[in-house]
């Protein structure tokens, strides 16, 4: 008898729900995306957020419980995501999940989004026939957190076969999300939103070709001489420099104007952009994410070799990015330890995860008791 699991997550801007049996076989994983809503704001508007949570959570739940041809009285548990995100939003799903789950008289568990995106990986690697070897380190990157873990796993008490895993902080921003530097910079440059996927088509136009000798020279950009812990990262320095740079340049004006207007015509497709993109802007962006991107791999790979870990795991929205997986896969094929990713689908914020993650803890004995509450800040332990 498989067991199985109604995920729900709306930490963010997505209304998710999956259900999945015994936390590795997706049987359906539903995703409502507020990017259209959001997007006259260049960014997530929390109050709204909630709103649209409140419209999809219902549909959304059925849809999944469609896909997988099941009723609601064949759901074995519910596990939902308690933080770290919007408050307003996470209570949507939280409140949803946990008035289910009494109707029901099934078990209630609460997920940390962050443990969610580290079985994003799981997920995809018990898809692909593999599994990582713990202890691994764990690079959460995406608009909302750019945190590293180092991730330890012991088999579940009650189903071995599932992993209970426990984290140590390594590191993690001290200002932007790297996600959160990609979509800022995307603004500032019109190219729309959200920036992470059009900066990373648009790279691959880049004249210099910085993007595709990835782990290469990025002039403009040196990183960040963060002084302490050498597994920290800093994103808005660069944020700040291509700012700076476009300021100072007032030949990128007209062009930046033009591609305003274009995105508000609704042309929004990278070679829509890109044609309005001059070869010192393509440049600009090209250098822009291989700056990033190398800050991220370089960080986390000197915290895998110095921590005598057995892989790598990355997982998060930028996660999804091309670049930042050529340079992990090239570290990996030149010797380096293995990585792991995520499918691009399962990058993002997904219910899937979330019902993975709490088939574990469900597999470990805990259940989220009646008092549960939404938490905008939750340390992953
Ligand atoms: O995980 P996610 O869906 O939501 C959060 O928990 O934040 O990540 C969304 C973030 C956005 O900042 C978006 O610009 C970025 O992930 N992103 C990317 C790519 N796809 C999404 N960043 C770089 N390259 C991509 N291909
Ligand atoms: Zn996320």
């Not at 079985?119 to 590293?148: D, K, M, N, W, Y």
């Not at 140590?168 to 979509?183: C, F, K, N, P, S």
């Not at 019109?190 to 000798?213: F, N, V």
Request: proline letters at 5%.
């Amino acid at each position: 008898m498989m067991i199985r699991i109604l995920g729900i997550e709306s930490s963010c801007d997505e209304t998710a729900a999956a259900i999945v049996a015994d936390g590795r076989e997706i049987l359906s994983n539903v995703v409502a995306s507020q990017v259209e809503v959001h997007r006259k704001y260049g960014g997530v508007v929390p109050e709204i957020a909630s709103r649209e949570h409140l419209r999809h959570i219902v549909p959304v739940v059925r849809e999944a419980l469609d896909r997988a041809g099941m009723c609601l009285a064949d759901v074995d548990a519910v596990g939902v995501t308690r933080g770290p995100g919007l408050v307003g939003a996470l209570l949507v799903g939280l409140t949803y999940g946990k008035v289910l789950a009494q109707a029901l008289g099934k078990p209630l568990v609460a997920v940390n989004h962050l443990e969610g995106h580290v079985h994003a990986v799981l997920l995809e690697a018990h898809r692909a026939g593999a599994q990582p070897e713990f202890p691994a380190v764990c690079l959460i990157v995406s608009g909302g957190h750019t945190q590293l873990y180092g991730v330890a796993a012991a088999p579940a008490a009650e189903d071995p076969a599932a992993l209970q895993l426990s984290y140590q902080r390594l590191g993690g921003t001290r200002d932007d999300a790297a996600g959160e530097a990609y979509d800022k910079v995307a603004k500032l440059l019109a190219l729309g939103y959200p920036g992470g996927p059009i900066i990373d088509q648009l790279a691959a136009w880049s004249p210099t070709g910085a993007a595709i000798a990835g782990y290469g020279a990025s002039p403009k950009f040196a990183p960040p001489k963060l002084r302490g812990n050498p597994y920290d990262f800093s994103f808005s320095g660069i944020k700040t420099a291509v700012l700076y740079y476009v300021r100072d340049h007032a030949e990128f004006q007209p062009e930046i104007a033009a591609r305003k207007a274009a995105l508000q015509e609704g042309k929004r497709s990278a070679a829509e952009i890109a044609a309005l993109c001059s070869p010192a802007t393509l440049d600009l962006i090209s250098q822009f994410q291989s700056a990033v991107v190398r800050d991220l791999a370089a960080r986390t790979l000197a915290a895998a070799r110095e921590t005598g870990v057995r892989s790598v795991l990355v997982s998060g929205g930028v996660a999804a990015n091309s670049e930042l997986r050529r340079v992990f896969d090239a570290s990996a094929q030149s010797g380096g330890l293995p990585v792991f990713f995520p499918s691009r689908a399962l990058s993002t914020d997904n219910a899937a995860m979330i019902a993975a993650a709490a088939y574990s803890r469900l597999m470990s004995g805990e259940r989220a008791g009646e008092d549960l509450d939404a938490e905008a800040v939750l340390p992953l332990i």
